[in-house]
């Protein structure tokens, strides 16, 4: 990771599963992002505070429970929360994981269309 970082470049890494207690570790090794945010797994309002300006994170939205088992009003919700929370950077919002086929269209709508209000949103 150093020598990517020493490069000018970023380090983004995948690893499923709780391994929070990694990212001091990870850190130190010149990790830049990391993914997936996993909201069933990982206390995602409190590690982003935490490792705010030192670690980024991509995800947070939940693929396992709200996107899938959700209402629309839920996504949007959840969407917003997430949005807030990452306001001052260090976010980059998404789906936790891939979207399976058993999320609703209109949950996926929602999702989509909320993002779409968002300022600088094409």
Not at 17 to 44: A, K, R, T, W, Y
Not at 85 to 98: N, R, S, T, V, W
Not at 105 to 122: S, T
Request: net charge negative; proline share 6%.
């Amino acid at each position: 990771y150093a020598a990517v970082r020493g490069a000018g470049k970023f380090q983004f890494i995948h690893s499923c599963g709780d391994v929070d207690e990694l990212f001091d570790d990870l850190i130190g090794i010149g990790l830049s992002c990391f993914n997936p945010f996993q909201p069933e797994v990982m206390n995602v309002w409190e590690l982003l505070p935490r490792y705010r300006g030192r670690l980024a994170f991509h995800g947070g939205m939940s693929t396992q429970k709200t996107l899938p088992y959700g209402t629309a009003d839920d996504v949007r919700d959840e969407t917003r929360r997430l949005l807030a929370l990452g306001a001052d950077g260090g976010y980059i919002f998404a789906p936790a994981h891939a979207v399976e086929g058993d999320v609703p269209l209109e949950n996926m709508l929602a999702f989509i269309d909320l993002l779409h209000e968002q300022k600088g949103a094409p």
